[in-house]
């Protein structure tokens, strides 16, 4: 099924400043004290939750760094994590 598009309006104040209208705030989950990130791209703006975006592009940073060093699987992993605790604690 295709994402629904919202479509909402906002004026902006004499100091730059935009209300985010309710409706878009919780399409986006974005909270009083949440940081949004505004992407521009030619005259065309996206506004997205600066939390979600910084994952989304470190894992795009991260693809295919598990192969690289040989973590193929999540058990791969998980015997990382593990073996990296137990290196803290015998430091």
Do not use: C, H
């Amino acid at each position: 099924m295709a994402e629904a598009m919202l479509v909402n309006d906002a004026r902006v104040m004499s100091k730059g400043q935009v209300t985010i209208p309710k409706n878009v705030r919780a399409a986006l989950g974005v909270k009083t004290g949440d940081r949004v990130t505004f992407i521009v791209d030619g005259t065309s703006v996206k506004v997205v939750n600066s939390a979600v975006y910084a994952m989304m592009r470190f894992q795009e940073q991260m693809m295919g760094e598990g192969k690289r060093v040989g973590m193929l699987t999540e058990e791969d992993v998980a015997a990382w994590i593990t073996e990296s605790r137990r290196e803290e604690t015998d430091e």
